[in-house]
């Protein structure tokens, strides 16, 4: 039972490249977010999908985007990442309960 | 606007210790209320909730906390502290505004260090 899986763990990308992070599930679940966890600031929610097909921008949207691209799916992209992307970022996913959340990427942007 | 505090951002106690890890919110409506632990490179651990009922809730690994209406709290507490507990705590509160998902406010955590 994998429940979030996150790929990749670790990258380092310079500024000004591209990225997406990949985020599955497997238990069923209709909700799915991003976060980016820096420290002393908590985890801060970047977009979320409420349903496949739907997404909406949380509280930190700029200069990301998302796709969901089918019920298990969910996806991060940086455009043209920025050192203040460097951060820890995590995906979880829920079904009208508690949130269950992967294990993260370590982004370093240099 | 809804948010969580966590005024902590460590709490230092010895192994076999009572532990209380603090929390408070501000939202509209009736609260459903969270903790999480996070440890080292891991993602969140669901530990439990609180919807609605006992003021005492129950969860994993032993800890408990309780909720306080009059004084918006939800305080995480374990009766005996384990080493093993030393990790990173969210309080977090579901959105009230959030009607079709579960999104969650976060507070900023309170790093638990339990000592031998």
Known sequence: ?110 | AQSVAQPEDQVNVAEGNPLTVKCTYSVSGNPYLFWYVQYPNRGLQFLLKYITGDNLVKGSYGFEAEFNKSQTSFHLKKPSALVSDSALYFCAVRDPLSYNTDKLIFGTGTRLQVFP
């Open chain 1, 1 to 110: 039972n994998a429940g979030v899986t996150q790929t990749p763990k670790f990258q380092v990308l310079k500024t000004g490249q591209s990225m997406t992070l990949q985020c599955a599930q497997d238990m069923n679940h209709n909700s799915m977010y991003w976060y980016r966890q820096d420290p002393g600031m908590g985890l801060r929610l970047i977009y979320y999908s409420a349903s496949e097909g739907t997404t909406d921008k949380g509280e930190v949207p700029n200069g990301y985007n998302v796709s969901r691209l089918n019920k298990r799916e969910f996806s991060l992209r940086l455009e043209s990442a920025a050192p203040s992307q460097t951060s820890v970022y995590f995906c979880a996913s829920s079904e009208f309960g508690p949130q269950h959340f992967g294990d993260g990427t370590r982004l370093s942007i240099l």
